[in-house]
């Protein structure tokens, strides 16, 4: 038994503790442990803060990240910690488990007509922990708002195993500093989200999906531009290329415009009329079955390949970041957030040049440009980032007082 | 620095800044001083800090939970002057603004575009933008909409040193990093100094359906509410008027022809595409009328949908006139709560003999029960402070917490631990000291004294 392991045994008697496990992002844990209760899950985090190993935490293991931990480290999975906690439908809140997937929340919500209306890659085997964690942005964000707004309280253990529990379960509070706002996307660097409290939506009546298709991407990019700034506001408008939108019947074109509708039958007919007619050109009405399928393809377009890329910029440069994933050399898959100004792209390899190219691109812009799968060599490219000393300084003096003995993800920033 | 005329030290200039919204406050400050740009502002907190003396920033000083008063020995940092909006930009639905813009104006600004600013604070023609962000302010559409942390893409900060930082903005990536934005917006300016605010702006709503629900009491109309919500309907406003702000609103100058035998009227609004709104309103109507209400009036026009909304908007400056102070209480809770939480706060003012209106956000379960009372009174104001207690108390029973949108402040200071345990409170001050190690920025507000060991 490992020395990591050995230390943890006490803590995590018997099914908890297994050594080893999958590795994260290329790096091989010490141990994975699977705690059942909070206790158990804050006596992992003491022994590390003690002991002074790293631990990672996981959730569904689906957006682990390129940087590799340092070793030695355990994973900590949140698979123990499952199951609704308490949803009342008539507040519209859900208290869970970090461990319960979207999918299952989706399953319990669905009978009620209600749902968390988020929608990035891979949202089933997503963790609602995991969504707290990463903060995740999605295309539905547009009308919605993102997980950020929808976090009402979560439970959290800090890297030296304090049980914190921030927020609560009402729609609006502001019962001190918001130091859930701190913990949504702060990717596990500040503290293990163990329970979680969202708000929810009505499922809407109904959907369609308007979709306008083209040889080349560059050709949506106008009309893209015309539904973001439209009077109405779309459920999300994504520009897919190197997507195939035969399963809902449509011809196999290079690139498509997909403007989501939603809410209530006749809204969605006059909502759907009056982005016709703003933006003008014509587009192919999807619905039912059809559409739901057209939407999860989507969903989880451009997430997978050997380098995935997440860039952003304002809404109206959304043609440049898509000029500039375009003159990547090989096979891209690419989603375009038009509402947001944001580009996702996939491909099967990508070079230093290419890389620094984009990121110089997303620089030019003011914006960002993040590596969030792809080969270790491409971190060291060298590359522009602007003066943050002082937003850095913040960071890892936040990060210090919820982590003191620095365990938590060694070797990454949040 | 800022010019001599925007350094105010005499005593009689100074009375305008010793209290704000909080009424039964009066903290008079040492100076106050008014710069007209970040730079200005960087400047001024840059010498303070020098010198150590603290700082208190102020908008247009309506908080109501003491959060612009200026202990002992503290400066003021006004922000009226700060108060030009730097950019409108339609394309990517944002505006640049300095703090000290009053919330109204920018929506102005953002109209000709079909644009505007979906905050809207009842205090939205008198509050800063600034204000906004340090409260994470709401309003009555906040229901639909979300409160002032939705729409702020991004801030300049002064920190306690000078500097100036700039944190978020619209076009950087939102899940780089820390949401400091996040941390910030709502931080009370106890965190630093916001000297210029990025916001999101919405396409208006191409129009607006709005209905006024009669009840024989104000639980009916809560039950109208839980209904309302449970229909799937998603309205912009669900707002509550009880019997006692009814009558204030229809004894005053406002009367906005409420019926004053009413227990309660409910303002239920829709806005969006015109298709669904008849639609919308008529489900809601039949909500209404299911939990008892007598009767449900319709706006048909601009001028009626005024009339409709005139005793909601007027309840506390109506309220305000009934006597000579009016505690203006807020506290959230789960919305089907809302009908046994109003209960036992009648019950408390009967006990207290004192006179509560209750006015507020119902679809978000954010309760305003606003005591009357009159300061010169040492007597009745012991009663206000107990029962006011009490209320918190029921409210974080029922699930809820000791503040919805008005802050802590120095007012709720001491019911912090109500809802948080003590590790709670120390990561807060925690956060604090990472912003200001000092404590030099907005000293004594938000957190509660510390533990003695
Ligand atoms: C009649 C009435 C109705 C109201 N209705 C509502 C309502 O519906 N919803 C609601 O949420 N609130 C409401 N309020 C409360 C109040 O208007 C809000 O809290 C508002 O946001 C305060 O803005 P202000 O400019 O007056 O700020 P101030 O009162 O001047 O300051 C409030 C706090 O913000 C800080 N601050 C101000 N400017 C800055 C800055 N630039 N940087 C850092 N910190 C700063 C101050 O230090 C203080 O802590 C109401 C108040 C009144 C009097």
Same mark, same amino acid.
């Given at each position: 038994m490992s020395r990591v392991a050995a230390a943890l045994a006490g803590v995590a008697p018997g099914e908890a503790l297994r050594e080893g496990g999958p590795a994260v992002a290329g790096a091989r844990p010490d141990a994975t442990v699977t705690p059942t209760s909070v206790e158990q899950l804050a006596g992992v985090l003491k022994v590390a803060s003690a002991q002074g190993f790293g631990v990672v935490p996981v959730g569904g293991g689906t957006d682990p990240g390129p940087v590799p931990p340092l070793e030695p480290f355990v994973v900590l999975s949140t698979r123990g910690l499952r199951g +609704?906690?308490?949803?009342?439908?008539?507040? &519209?809140?859900?208290?869970?488990?970090? %461990?319960? /997937?979207?999918g299952e929340v989706g399953d319990v919500t669905g009978a009620h007509a209600q749902w968390l209306p988020f929608d990035p890659p891979s949202m089933p085997t997503r963790t609602l922990g995991g969504l707290a964690a990463t903060g995740v942005r999605s295309p539905l964000c547009a009308s919605y708002g993102a997980p950020r707004d929808h976090i009402l309280g &979560?439970? !959290?253990?800090?890297?030296d195993g304090r049980v914190l529990r921030l927020g609560g379960r009402v729609m609006k509070n502001v019962a001190g500093f918001d130091l859930v706002k701190l913990l949504v996307g702060?990717? %596990? /660097?500040?503290? +293990?989200?163990? =329970?979680v409290t969202v708000r929810l939506f009505p499922r809407p009546e109904?959907? +369609?999906? !308007?979709?306008?298709?083209a040889d080349r991407a560059e050709d949506l990019v106008a009309p893209a531009r015309a539904v973001s700034t439209a009077p109405v506001l779309p459920a999300s408008a994504v520009l897919a290329a190197g997507f195939r939108t035969t399963a809902a019947g449509g011809a196999a074109r290079a690139a498509s415009l997909v403007v989501r509708v939603a809410g209530a039958p006749r809204t969605v007919a006059a909502d759907a009329a009056r982005?016709?007619?703003?933006?003008? #050109? =014509?587009?192919r009405t999807v619905e039912g079955v059809e559409a739901a399928a057209l939407f999860e393809d989507l969903r989880d377009h451009a997430a997978a390949g050997e380098a995935v890329v997440r860039m952003a910029s304002l809404p109206a440069s959304v043609g440049d970041l898509l000029a500039a994933v375009a003159a990547v050399p090989g096979p891209v898959h690419v989603l375009a957030d038009a509402m947001a100004g944001t580009v996702r792209m996939a491909a099967e390899g990508l070079s230093g040049e290419a890389w620094a190219e984009l990121r110089g691109v997303a620089a030019r812009l003011g914006g960002g440009c993040v590596l969030e799968r792809g080969p270790l060599e491409l971190l060291d490219v060298p590359g522009a980032s602007p003066d943050d000393s002082r937003v850095e300084a913040l960071t890892s003096e936040l990060r210090a007082r919820f982590d003191p003995s620095g365990v938590l993800w060694r070797g990454r920033s949040p | 620095m800022v010019g001599r005329d925007h350094v105010i030290t005499e005593a009689g200039r100074l009375l305008v800044y010793e209290s704000d919204g909080l009424s039964a406050y009066r903290w008079p400050p040492r100076a106050v001083v008014l710069p007209a740009s970040a730079e200005e502002a960087s400047g001024v907190l840059r010498l303070l800090h020098a010198e150590g003396i603290p700082v208190v920033p102020r908008g247009a000083g309506t908080g109501l939970s003491g959060g612009a008063l200026a202990p002992e020995g503290a400066v003021v940092v006004g922000t009226a002057r700060m108060n030009r909006i730097l950019a409108v930009d339609p394309p990517n639905r944002l505006a640049r603004l300095q703090p000290g813009v &009053?919330? /109204?104006? !920018? =929506?102005d600004a953002a109209r000709p575009f079909g644009l505007y600013y979906a905050p809207d604070p009842s205090s939205q023609a008198a509050c800063t933008i600034g204000g906004n962000v340090a409260e994470n302010s709401g309003g009555p559409h906040c229901l639909k909409y979300g409160v002032t942390s939705r729409y702020i893409s991004g801030l300049t900060l002064a920190m306690v040193d000078g500097e100036l930082v700039q944190i978020g903005g619209a076009g950087r990536d939102p899940e780089a990093g820390y949401d400091l934005v996040g941390l910030v917006v709502g931080s009370e300016g106890c965190f630093a100094m916001v000297v210029e605010v990025e916001v999101r702006l919405l396409p208006l709503p191409e129009a607006v359906r709005t209905l006024l629900g009669i009840f024989e009491s104000v639980e009916d109309a809560a039950r109208a509410v839980t209904a309302v919500i449970g229909e799937g309907l998603l309205p912009a406003a669900l707002e509550i008027i009880d019997q006692g702000t009814i009558r204030a609103v229809e004894a005053s100058v406002y009367a906005a022809g409420y019926p004053t035998d009413a227990g309660a009227a409910l303002v239920v609004e829709f806005d969006g595409t015109q298709a669904g709104l008849d639609e919308d309103a008529r489900r809601a109507e039949a909500c209404c009328l299911a939990a008892g209400a007598r009767e449900v009036r319709r706006a048909r026009d601009a001028t009626e949908r005024l009339a409709l909304w005139q005793g909601r908007k007027k309840a506390f400056g109506a309220m305000g006139r009934v006597a000579p102070d009016l505690l203006v209480q807020d506290a959230t809770v789960p919305r089907t709560r809302l009908p046994e939480v109003l209960g036992r706060i009648g019950e408390i003012s009967r006990r207290y003999d004192l006179t509560v209106g209750n006015v507020f956000h119902a679809g978000d379960g954010n309760l305003h029960p606003n005591i009357l009372f009159d300061r010169r009174n040492r007597e009745e104001l012991e009663r206000v402070e107990k029962a006011s207690k009490e209320i918190m108390a029921v409210c974080v029973e029922a699930g809820g917490t000791i503040t919805g949108e008005h802050?802590? #402040? +120095?007012?709720k200071r001491g019911y912090m631990r109500l809802v948080h345990g003590a590790d709670e409170i120390e990561a807060m001050r925690g956060v604090k000291a990472v912003f200001d190690p000092r404590g030099l920025f907005n000293p004594g507000k938000v957190l509660p004294d510390e533990e003695a060991p």
């Open positions: +609704v906690e308490t949803y009342e439908p008539a507040d &519209l809140t859900m208290s869970a488990w970090a %461990g319960t /997937t979207l &979560l439970t !959290l253990v800090t890297g702060s990717r %596990g /660097t500040l503290g +293990v989200v163990v =329970s109904r959907e +369609v999906a !308007l979709v306008m298709e982005l016709q007619a703003h933006v003008g #050109g =014509s587009f | &009053l919330n /109204t104006r !920018l =929506s802050g802590v #402040g +120095v007012d």
